[in-house]
């Protein structure tokens, strides 16, 4: 699986707009980018994954770079319930299991 | 979505016991995913676990310290064998969405701390 590289840990202000960025420079032209994240003492929940064109769901926006070697997850306001593990994850969309980097570890400051 | 259901959600076991823990989707799914997250580290895959075949190893994992079972579609079984303390982990089961396979769904997790 191709790799992904993210910040290790960010800091934001509640109720601000928080842009998580991801580096996959070697992402294949078949390889989805997909978002989860772990809230503290819980599984992994998805938040959003795309292809190529920018996406927009209820929990956040996904920018996808022209050369789809970084993305962007943008979370528009964040709330305390958004400190958690983010973790940007290259997936070829089979029916495969995930293969998980570091992460960033989002702080949320009231 | 799945609802993945999983027991016990913790333990504490003596080394050189065995911990089965016990992974229950509200779906029938074909294929379910066994992973560990050490402490303070990231989730590792364990294991894809297809009903009706033997589970398939990630690189590093054996099916001796780590046997799955599969009986249903619904179900799944890890053991945890023969326990030292460096098995002290949260242990995962996921599933993916069976149309499109675009998303994954995990449980809650069990934490296991071997004493």
């Known amino acids: 699986d191709a790799k992904t590289t993210q910040p290790n840990s960010m800091e934001s202000n509640e109720e601000e707009p928080v842009h998580l960025p991801c580096n996959h420079s070697t992402i294949s032209g078949t390889d989805y980018i997909h978002w989860y994240r772990q809230l503290p003492s819980q599984g992994p929940e998805y938040v959003i994954h795309?292809?190529?064109s920018n996406v927009n769901n209820r929990m956040a926006s996904l920018a996808i770079a022209e050369d789809r070697k970084s993305s962007t997850l943008i979370l528009h306001r964040a709330t305390l319930r958004d400190a958690a593990v983010y973790y940007c994850i290259l997936s070829g969309g089979g029916a495969d299991g995930l293969t998980f980097g570091k992460g960033t570890h989002l702080i949320i400051q009231p | 979505s799945a609802v993945i259901s999983q027991k016990p959600s913790r333990d504490i076991c003596q080394r050189g016991t065995s911990l089965t823990i016990q992974c229950q989707v509200d779906s029938q799914v074909t294929m379910m995913f066994w992973y560990r997250q050490q402490p303070g580290q990231s989730l590792t895959l364990i294991a894809t676990?297809?009903?009706?075949?033997?589970?398939?190893?990630e690189s590093g994992f054996v099916i001796d310290k780590f046997p799955i079972s599969r009986p249903n579609l619904t179900f799944s079984t890890l053991t945890v064998s023969n326990m030292s303390p460096e098995d002290s982990s949260i242990y995962l089961c996921?599933?993916?969405?069976?149309?499109?396979?675009?998303?994954?769904?995990f449980g809650q997790g069990t934490r296991l701390t071997v004493v």
């Open positions: 996921s599933v993916n969405r069976e149309v499109g396979n675009t998303e994954a769904f």
């Open positions: 676990a297809n009903q009706g075949s033997e589970a398939t190893y």
């Open positions: 795309g292809l190529t």
